[in-house]
């Protein structure tokens, strides 16, 4: 199993330079950064992580109901 140890923002910085996407959490529905992580992710229903444009989107879809 690879542990990583924490780092500070800049060091997450360098690191997802090097290994895009890296820590970056991608919306499962459109492929584009969600700009959260895992404390404040987007899910419907167990489906995501979701942006906030594509949660928005599916809502919308669903006529506000889920």
Do not use: F, W
């Amino acid at each position: 199993m690879d542990v990583k140890k924490s780092m500070y923002q800049s060091e997450h910085e360098k690191y997802n330079e090097k290994h895009y996407p890296g820590t970056r959490q991608i919306c499962i529905d459109c492929g584009d950064p969600t700009e959260r992580c895992e404390d404040d992710a987007i899910y419907i229903d167990n489906y995501g992580p979701l942006c906030i444009d594509c949660y928005n989107r599916i809502i919308e879809e669903e006529g506000g109901q889920l």
